[in-house]
């Protein structure tokens, strides 16, 4: 079964530090996977994606992912964090065996300390 | 702009209650899905749907049923409430599984509280 994992509940980076928010993925197919944010008290807003192409995607507010399908990673990050990057973000992969539904890690909350 | 709109924020009830919620979306969409959000357990699938009329069970669909009369509003229904179900409930939409690309356009969220 496909699956995703985010093994930091918690990241705090301090204000103009570069930003990594960690991913890792098992798919048995092509992973098509999916950066979200989600801001307090907010709906899902969707980041970037990754489907094929370059390893490395950018998408929107500064923000990127570099794909490594040797390491099954897909790593967020940004040159230089700002306070208002502090919001919980998900990590979700395309599931081929159960009717193509998007599964989602349980979430890293992102502080960027002032 | 494009938009999946949630019909209340915040909703409390009281155990035993029929509870309704109710989400639209204007793009068109095909397919539409309800999630739940608990801290620590991220976003579970409840259920979801790719046409009218049609409703798949998601993981977690015991105490919950959904309705999708129209193609643009899909209902989740809960016939008993019970305090179990204090969560964030999340509704999404998507292009048809044939697009392959998978972006979820989401609501803002209804925060329903059982008491």
């Known amino acids: 079964a496909q699956s995703v994992a985010q093994p930091e509940d918690q990241v705090n980076v301090a204000e103009g530090n570069p930003l990594t928010v960690k991913c890792t993925y098992s798919?048995?197919?092509?992973?098509?996977l999916f950066w979200y944010v989600q801001y307090p008290n907010r709906g899902l807003q969707f980041l970037l994606k990754y489907i094929t192409g370059d390893n490395l995607v950018k998408g929107s507010y500064g923000f990127e992912a570099e794909f490594n399908k040797s390491q099954t990673s897909f790593h967020l990050k940004k040159p230089s964090a700002l306070v208002s990057d502090s919001a919980l973000y998900f990590c979700a992969v395309r599931d081929w065996g159960r009717d193509d539904k998007i599964i989602f890690g349980k979430g890293t909350r992102l502080h960027i300390l002032p | 702009d494009v938009k999946v709109t949630q019909s209340s924020r915040y909703l409390v009830k009281r155990t035993g209650e029929k509870v309704f919620l109710e989400c639209v979306q204007d793009m068109d969409h095909e397919n539409m899905f309800w999630y739940r959000q608990d801290p620590g357990l991220g976003l579970r699938l409840i259920y979801f749907s790719y046409d009218v009329k049609m409703k798949e069970k998601g993981d977690i669909p015991e105490g919950y049923s959904v309705s999708r009369e129209k193609k643009e509003r899909f209902s989740l229904i809960l016939e008993s409430a019970s305090t179990n179900q204090t969560s964030m409930y999340l509704c999404?939409?998507?292009?048809?599984?044939?697009?392959?690309?998978?972006?979820?356009?989401f609501g803002e969220g209804s925060r329903l509280t059982v008491l």
């Open positions: 798919v048995s197919g092509n992973p098509y």
């Open positions: 999404a939409s998507s292009r048809t599984s044939g697009s392959r690309d998978g972006e979820l356009f």
